[in-house]
Nanobody
């Protein structure tokens, strides 16, 4: 059974940092992409970043470029999202997802089949 477990959320002051982790298990194939998404109260879920396990290709939403860094430790079956210079607008539930999206859907939630349970990130001003 495929499972994703996101962790590392918490409360941080503006300008602070957090590192989210996404533990993966149950995958019988290696060629998939890990995406990070977030959903703030009253807003739609939005793509934050992604990383391809096969070639390491990454992508970022404009609103996190230069602040967030996505990575993957394939040996540990864990992906990470390092979040620096956090802002109050970054407050949301963050989710990791896995799947085989095509290029145009790497930042779209419908491009991913498997989802973790989400971890809350709260940034205070």
């Amino acid at each position: 059974e495929v499972q994703l477990q996101a962790s590392g959320g918490g409360l941080v002051q503006a300008g602070g940092s957090l590192r989210l982790s996404c533990a993966l298990s149950g995958f019988t194939f290696d060629d998939f992409t890990i995406g990070w998404f977030r959903q703030a109260p009253g807003k739609e879920r939005e793509g934050v970043s992604y990383i391809s396990r096969s070639d390491g290709k990454t992508g970022y939403a404009d609103f996190v470029k230069g602040r967030f860094t996505v990575s993957s430790d394939n040996a540990k079956n864990t992906a990470y999202l390092q979040m620096n210079s956090l802002k109050p607008v970054d407050t949301a539930v963050y989710y990791c997802a896995a799947g085989q999206p095509i290029t145009s859907t790497t930042m779209r939630d419908y491009g991913y089949r498997y989802w973790g349970q989400g971890t809350q990130v709260t940034v205070s001003s």
